[in-house]
């Protein structure tokens, strides 16, 4: 949870407050024990309704919860070094180490709770290496410092948290109009624009600690330029992955070839990779004000374009309705 702690600790570091990096921590563990005391909520509800296997499982979540997330601080002071390889390997290592830990405790056992724990504990434990190893570098800065970035970082998460409410809104609107088939057809069409969104911001992620520490006016006068790169580049991708969709569904996922067509309108959806520049210079140059207007404005409006287009149209409207969102 308030991951936009880890954004802010990035700015900080790019701009030398190493200090900031245990500040985070505490801050995003403090944050933590709300998680764990919503899963103790759900354990005493389990329990009193007979339920122990999964009174106990949400017992253990629980217990990682505070931890769990909060060690991941890690990877937003290494961004701010620019040292990217690190958190790239440090990612590869704790997800074939925790696949590893799943699969050999499933080869001696099928106890659910066993393997709750084993999944929680394996991440936890690797996670704890990486930010044991990456606090020895760390050098402790003025408290003032790290206080301005723990306001900022609750600011960028209540801001992340608006962009994940809308960003599922989709999904529930097209449960309730189209039901749990168009659901499904709709999950498979939207899994690979996803990975390639993701990918792309990548870039914004590689830009963010230079914007960090060059002046603003300068940042923007490149800025137009670079988008434009990254506008053409999206549209080739756009085209590509329109022309090779039919053939790919038809090899990876034979069993939905319905979702052919709808894979090729959610490509569309790739537009807004274009905010992915502009909004790592406000968020780099802290214009907190600017930021909120944009999240707000552009959850609301998508929210009521995919509702809008649900109910008009079904699943073919609501795809309609986040195509025009993601525009906006």
Known sequence: ???????????????????????????????????????????????????????????????????????????????????????????????????????????????????????????????????????????????????????????????????????HAD??????????TALAAYAFAIIIPDQIRTSIKNIAVLAFPKFSTSEFRDVLEGLARKNILLGLATAVVIIGYVLIAPHLFKYVFPAYEEAIFLTQLLALTLIDVLTLLPLSALKAHKKTRVLYQYHILVSVVQIILVGVGGALAGLEGTIAGLVLGRAV
């Open 171 to 180: 999904k529930i609107v097209i449960f309730h109009f189209a039901g749990a």
């Open 1 to 167: 949870g308030f991951s936009g702690l880890n954004t802010a600790l990035t700015r900080a570091v790019a701009q030398g407050n190493y200090g900031a990096y245990f500040s985070v921590f505490k801050e995003r563990v403090k944050w933590g024990v709300l998680g764990a005391l919503g899963a103790l909520g759900g354990s005493l509800y389990y329990a009193l309704n007979g339920n122990d296997t999964l009174s106990l499982a949400f017992l253990i979540i629980a217990v990682f919860t505070p931890y769990s997330d909060a060690l991941n601080v890690y990877t937003g002071y290494r961004s701010g070094l620019k040292d990217f390889r690190y958190g790239a390997i440090s990612e590869i290592i704790i997800r074939v180490g925790g696949a590893f830990a799943l699969l050999g405790t499933l080869f001696f056992t099928h106890n659910v709770l066993l393997l709750v724990f084993v999944y929680f504990s394996a991440y936890t434990v690797l996670r704890l290496a990486f930010f044991l190893h990456t606090a020895r570098s760390v050098k402790h800065t003025d408290t003032k410092i790290s206080k301005e970035t723990l306001v900022y970082g609750r600011h960028l998460s209540v801001m992340y948290l608006m962009s994940t409410i809308a960003a």
